[in-house]
């Protein structure tokens, strides 16, 4: 009997109460989050939108005005992270397709290299500001940011995605016309030669899951950019698609039935190392309907030709703009059509398709309402 009393008295005596100062303070449910986490750390607002907090995981860390929250949360990632490798601040020529855009925020954006796995930081002028690891890269970024008091996103988005071999300053006149009607946008590069579909599928969602301030996404497509987009919305449990409404979408000169050009080159060696594994994605029988469905949203697709039955091409049937013929790009489903007699390559430079974009985007038709 006394040695269980003995044990007993150990037991209660041996067991450390812990210091109230040292429980990791949580957050209050009148707080919520409107962005994406940062490198695990969150920032919440209170519904009258002038207190926030500022969590790493579900610790408290701060509570205060925004600015506290956002100055103290660039401090702990340069703690933690820094803000990358010694740097030289020198141009870059923006990507192509050794790079795929994993981070996108007005102009700014992180890429990653397709080969050495490493990652930059772009600035809108095509300056590499940092390199290193995706966390030195993003650490880098969120200083800047909070420095030079960068402006916040739109809330609506819309992206650009080039085709196959392109990148996206092809885009530039088109770009200039939305931003003046008050979208912001996104000219993403992505490697088209060097990826699958559904890699590029991918890396889009991840993007898109890093998205701030942005509530509506909509998208505007050359070539094989229509097919991108196709295969990211057959992805299911993105966590972009529980945040941001799903506007509008473009497809200019898409291969929506699958290229016959593509299907013929598919065996040619060249071909196969010049177009890489889109290349066979792109061809008739890799383009599905049950792995690339039509699009949960408005859409309407502009495509190229003479508006005759011969089109650019002599060596393809029907009317074409040289790469795909008018009947590849007609997907069932499109909310409207037009043919422009314009060829593949820089359709969307044309006056005629850079007005028709920015009329769909607001309002789902190509022309404007009355005509």
Same mark, same amino acid.
């Given at each position: ?6 044990? #007993?008295? &150990? ?12 429980? +990791? ?6 707080? *919520? ?9 969150? #920032? ?22 925004? @600015? ?70 993003? *650490?880098?970024? @969120? ?10 996103? *739109? ?10 071999? !392109? ?9 200039? %016309? ?40 909509? &998208? ?34 898409? +291969? ?9 080159? %598919? ?9 890489? /594994? ?13 792995? #690339? +469905? ?7 697709? #502009?495509?190229?030709? %003479? ?15 040289? $790469?795909?013929? $008018?009947?590849?790009? !007609? ?19 044309? /006056? ?5 974009? !920015?009329? &769909? ?6 022309? %404007?309402?009355? @005509?």
């Amino acid at each position: 009997m006394r040695i269980g009393l003995l044990f #007993i008295f &150990f037991c209660v005596s041996s067991c450390q109460v812990p210091d109230p100062q040292s429980i +990791p303070k949580m957050s209050s449910p009148e707080f *919520s989050s409107s962005r994406p986490s940062v490198l695990g750390h969150s #920032i919440l607002s209170d519904s009258s939108g002038e207190r926030f907090q500022l969590l790493e995981g579900e610790e408290l860390l701060l509570e205060g005005t925004l @600015e506290e929250c956002e100055q103290k949360l660039a401090e702990r990632l340069f703690q933690r992270y820094g803000e990358g490798r010694p740097n030289l601040p020198l141009p870059t020529l923006g990507g192509l397709q050794l790079w795929a855009d994993v981070f996108w925020r007005g102009g700014w954006r992180i890429q990653e290299h397709v080969y050495a796995g490493y990652f930059r930081l772009i600035s809108p002028d095509r300056v590499r500001h940092a390199w290193g690891t995706w966390e030195e890269c993003r *650490s880098a970024f @969120e200083g800047i940011r909070i420095s030079e008091n960068l402006p916040e996103a *739109s809330e609506r988005l819309v992206i650009f995605l080039h085709g196959l071999g !392109r990148a996206g300053g092809s885009f530039a006149s088109m770009q200039e %016309k939305l931003e003046v009607s008050g979208f912001d946008v996104a000219t993403l590069v992505y490697p088209s030669t060097r990826r699958s579909l559904d890699e590029h599928a991918q890396q889009l969602a991840h993007l898109l899951d890093r998205v701030e301030g942005v509530l509506e996404v909509s &998208f505007v497509t050359h070539s094989l950019g229509g097919l991108v987009v196709r295969t990211l919305l057959a992805r299911q449990g993105d966590a972009w698609r529980t945040r941001l409404r799903l506007g509008r979408i473009v497809m200019l000169a898409p +291969p929506s039935q699958g290229s016959a050009v593509a299907e013929t080159l %598919k065996d040619f060696m060249p071909f196969e190392w010049l177009a890489g /594994p889109s290349g066979q994605d792109v061809t008739a029988s890799g383009v599905e309907a049950e792995r #690339i +469905p039509v699009p949960p949203c408005e859409f309407g697709v #502009i495509a190229g030709g %003479k508006n005759d039955d011969r089109g650019w091409n002599p060596l393809l049937v029907g009317d074409d703009d040289g $790469v795909v013929t $008018v009947e590849e790009t !007609r997907l069932p489903g499109a909310t409207d059509f037009l043919l422009v007699e314009r060829a593949h390559t820089f359709i969307m430079r044309a /006056p005629e398709v850079v007005e028709a974009t !920015r009329n &769909f985007l607001l309002a789902g038709i190509f022309s %404007k309402s009355g @005509e």
